[in-house]
């Protein structure tokens, strides 16, 4: 089940962050994942299977650019493979593309997990190494939406 976040849902996503750590996040990205929260808890979802919470992920616009975003996307290790990734992805997509001001989505992630963005229709645009931490590099990924009108 994908829901809301709720502020009781901030220990329970943090150890489950930290066990992503050192594979996908490095450390340090702690703090960045609760400044996070505390910034956008609006539009942060929590994942639940068999009613334990499992992961998360979330969204948020950016006006300055027109781009929405999709953030901070993990799951517990042994609840991999089991499509949760794949719906929490369309879930964001699917409120992302309502919004008319985007004009494209875009993604930050790492060498381990571009290529399932690119299931999505997501392209690479740029890499910096060791942009997370040693060994995890920062995949900056865009999808470009089409605002055109259909014309007669």
């Known amino acids: 089940m994908i829901r809301p976040y709720k502020t009781s849902d901030k220990e329970q996503l943090i150890e489950v962050f930290n066990l992503n750590i050192p594979k996908f996040f490095d450390p340090k990205e702690v703090l960045d ?33 027109k781009s929405g975003r999709i953030t901070w996307v993990f799951f517990h ?15 964001c ?39 997370w931490g040693q060994g995890l590099d920062l995949y900056v990924m865009e999808q470009q939406l089409n605002q055109d009108t259909t014309t007669t």
Do not use: C, W
Request: charged residues 25%; proline residues 1%.
């Open 33 to 65: 994942f609760k400044e996070y929260l505390q910034n956008h808890s609006d539009t942060y979802l929590t994942i639940e299977y068999d009613n334990k919470i499992v992961g998360g992920t979330g969204y948020h616009i950016k006006e300055t650019d």
């Open 77 to 91: 290790p042994n609840y991999a493979g089991r499509g949760l990734g794949k719906k929490s992805i369309d879930y």
């Open 93 to 131: 997509l699917e409120i992302l593309k309502t919004n008319q001001l985007i004009e494209k989505i875009v993604v930050t992630t790492s060498q381990l997990a571009y290529a399932f963005f690119e299931k999505f229709g997501f392209q690479l645009m740029s890499i910096e190494k060791n942009y």
